[in-house]
């Protein structure tokens, strides 16, 4: 069984960076479209952004230029670079493929606050 492992979140100032990684345990990520996701307090998760087999991208409205997704094929990993961060984008952070979704992991908590 595949799994994903998130990593990379931490306390961050408004206008902060991160680094959040997705590594998996299958070679899924040369050959799949791999999303990020979020969460934050009482919501539902939402789709950040995805990058195709081909490194087609797409973000969400909320963090377009601000963001950036990319992949490490021999490393079967997953980046999701975080610029000019918000409160609003405290939430906590998962990767999934798309379609047929694997189980979730654990996520990355992102905290952006003074």
């Known amino acids: 069984q595949v799994q994903l492992v998130e990593s990379g979140g931490g306390l961050v100032q408004p206008g902060g960076s991160l680094r959040l990684s997705c590594a998996t345990s299958?070679?899924?990520?040369?050959?799949?479209?791999m999303c990020w996701y979020r969460r934050a307090p009482g919501k539902e998760r939402e789709f950040i952004a995805y990058i195709t087999p081909g490194g087609g991208t797409n973000y969400a409205d909320s963090v377009k230029g601000r963001f950036t997704i990319s992949r490490d094929n021999a490393a079967n990993t997953v980046y999701l670079q975080m610029n000019s961060l918000k409160p609003e984008d405290t939430a906590v952070y998962y990767c999934?493929?798309?379609?047929?979704?694997?189980?979730w992991g654990q996520g990355t908590q992102v905290t952006v606050s003074s």
């Open positions: 299958g070679s899924i990520v040369s050959i799949n479209t």
């Open positions: 999934n493929k798309v379609p047929s979704g694997l189980p």
